[in-house]
Every structure is written in C-alpha cells, then in structure tokens.
C-alpha cells in the first residue's frame, strides 16, 4: 500500500496550463502502474491518463495532445501537465496506484487514492 497526495490544482483561465504532481509514499513510485483520474460535478469519474509500471503510456482519446504524464523516480512522485485549458476540464483531479501492469482506467485495479486537487478552468 502507497500514500497519495495530489498538488498543483488551482483556478486558470480557459487556454491556460497547470502541472499536477502525486508525492508517492511508502513505496517508489517506479514500482507502480500509476493514473490520474478526475471527477466532474455531475459526471462520473473518469481517466485521462496512466504510465504502466513497465513505462507504457495511455492518454484518454480526448485529451490526447493536451496531457503529458510522467514519474519522477528521484523525486518519488507522479507529474500530469495540461495544457489549453478549457471550463470542461474543470474537476477535482485524483492519482491512483496498482501493483500491477494495468492495461485499463477500470478503478477496480488501483488499489490505492489521493484525495485529489481541484482544477477550476474559466472562461
């Protein structure tokens, strides 16, 4: 089991950037499939993005161009940069952890959660 904690959530205008990072606990980040996931008001959770233990990388089909996921081993963490913002990215974006090589967004196969961060984009 790894601790979660999401930073770099705030309030942009529509087209800007921000960099979410997941500060990973109790274990090395290299050591997991990792995700990041996000939950609008009104929608269910979704994924946007995860990097296979193994270094496989997968986008959701639409946000692919916009999102750059990465681990920082030396730093122990887990980087999401977005850019060109719009309101519908607007959501509290969560990282997600799997022992595993997950092949899926299904949330049944991570095991572990941050509490997430929130991203408000305006027009």
């Known amino acids: 089991q790894v601790q979660l904690v999401e930073s770099g959530g705030g309030s942009v205008q529509t087209g800007g950037s921000l960099r979410l990072s997941c500060a990973v606990s109790g274990s090395t980040v290299s050591r997991y499939s990792m995700a990041w996931f996000r939950h609008a008001p009104g929608k269910e959770r979704e994924g946007v993005a995860r990097?296979?233990?193994?270094?496989?990388?997968n986008y959701a089909d639409a946000l692919k161009g916009r999102l750059t996921i990465s681990k920082d081993n030396a730093k122990n963490t887990l980087g999401l940069q977005m850019s060109s913002l719009k309101p519908e990215d607007t959501a509290v974006y969560f990282c997600?952890?799997?022992?595993?090589?997950?092949?899926?967004?299904?949330?049944?196969?991570?095991?572990?959660w941050g509490q997430g961060t929130q991203v408000t984009v305006s027009s």
């Open positions: 990097i296979r233990r193994d270094g496989e990388i």
């Open positions: 997600a952890a799997s022992g595993g090589l997950v092949y899926t967004f299904r949330e049944e196969f991570y095991n572990d």
